[in-house]
C-alpha cells in the first residue's frame, strides 16, 4: 500500500475497525455507538435491578428493536441481558441473606424476582448453595473486608465459567 493513500471499502463491507470482516459478518464486533447505548441498558440494569426489566424495556433504552439488542448485548458482554440482571440480582440477594434479617422470600422480592422457585434454583445454579443453606451459614470471615472489595470476591459465578476458569492442566 503506498503511503498516504486510503483504503479501498468495498460497498457494503463494513468498515475495519481492528476486526476482521469475518468476525463483523458473524456479529461478534459491535460498533462503538452501539456500544454506549448497551452500556446505558447495563446501567438501568445495575441501577434498576430489583425493578421489573425485560428485553423490550430495555432495549427501548437501548434505542434499539429487543432481537437486535439481545444479540448486541450478547456480542458485546458475554451473556444474555437476562443472565447478567438475574447475576446483579443475587448478588445483591447475597448481602441481603448475609444480614440474617430476612427471609429467604423477603430476599426473593426484594430484588425484582416474582418466583420463589425460579429465584431458589438460579442462587443455587450461581452460587452453589440453596438460598436458605447461604443464609444459615456463618458468614463473619468477611466482616472487616471492604463492601467494594466484599462485591467482587462474592460476585455469583455461573458453573460454565468457573471450570473454563482453572488453568489447564500439564
Same mark, same amino acid.
Given at each position: 500500500?503506498k503511503?498516504? =493513500?486510503?483504503?479501498?471499502?468495498?460497498?457494503?463491507? /463494513?468498515?475495519?475497525?481492528?476486526?476482521?470482516?469475518?468476525a463483523?459478518?458473524?456479529?461478534? =464486533?459491535?460498533? *462503538?455507538?452501539d456500544?454506549?447505548?448497551?452500556?446505558?441498558?447495563?446501567?438501568?440494569?445495575?441501577?434498576?435491578?430489583?425493578? %421489573?426489566?425485560? !428485553? %423490550? /424495556?430495555?432495549?427501548?433504552?437501548?434505542?434499539?428493536?429487543?432481537?437486535?439488542?439481545?444479540?448486541?448485548?450478547r456480542?458485546?458482554?458475554?451473556?444474555? %441481558?437476562?443472565?447478567y +440482571?438475574?447475576?446483579?440480582?443475587?448478588?445483591?440477594a447475597?448481602?441481603?441473606?448475609?444480614?440474617?434479617?430476612?427471609? !429467604? *422470600?423477603? !430476599?426473593?422480592?426484594?430484588?425484582?424476582?416474582?418466583?420463589?422457585?425460579?429465584?431458589?434454583?438460579?442462587?443455587?445454579? +450461581? =452460587?452453589?448453595?440453596?438460598?436458605?443453606?447461604?443464609?444459615?451459614?456463618?458468614?463473619?470471615?468477611?466482616?472487616?473486608?471492604?463492601?467494594?472489595?466484599?462485591?467482587?470476591?462474592?460476585? %455469583?459465578?455461573?458453573?460454565?465459567?468457573?471450570?473454563?476458569?482453572?488453568?489447564? !492442566?500439564?
Amino acid at each position: 500500500m503506498k503511503s498516504g =493513500v486510503a483504503p479501498q471499502v468495498k460497498a457494503g463491507s /463494513a468498515p475495519n475497525l481492528g476486526a476482521s470482516a469475518d468476525a463483523w459478518d458473524a456479529g461478534r =464486533v459491535t460498533p *462503538t455507538s452501539d456500544l454506549v447505548r448497551l452500556r446505558r441498558a447495563r446501567d438501568q440494569m445495575d441501577r434498576d435491578y430489583a425493578e %421489573p426489566l425485560d !428485553v %423490550p /424495556a430495555l432495549a427501548r433504552t437501548a434505542l434499539m428493536s429487543p432481537g437486535h439488542f439481545s444479540r448486541s448485548f450478547r456480542a458485546a458482554f458475554g451473556e444474555t %441481558p437476562y443472565s447478567y +440482571l438475574m447475576t446483579r440480582r443475587i448478588e445483591r440477594a447475597k448481602a441481603l441473606l448475609r444480614r440474617g434479617d430476612l427471609s !429467604v *422470600t423477603e !430476599v426473593c422480592f426484594a430484588v425484582g424476582c416474582t418466583s420463589l422457585g425460579s429465584f431458589s434454583s438460579r442462587f443455587t445454579e +450461581l =452460587v452453589g448453595e440453596s438460598p436458605s443453606a447461604y443464609r444459615s451459614r456463618q458468614h463473619d470471615h468477611g466482616a472487616a473486608i471492604p463492601a467494594c472489595v466484599a462485591k467482587i470476591l462474592t460476585r %455469583p459465578i455461573r458453573n460454565g465459567e468457573a471450570k473454563s476458569a482453572a488453568p489447564p !492442566v500439564t
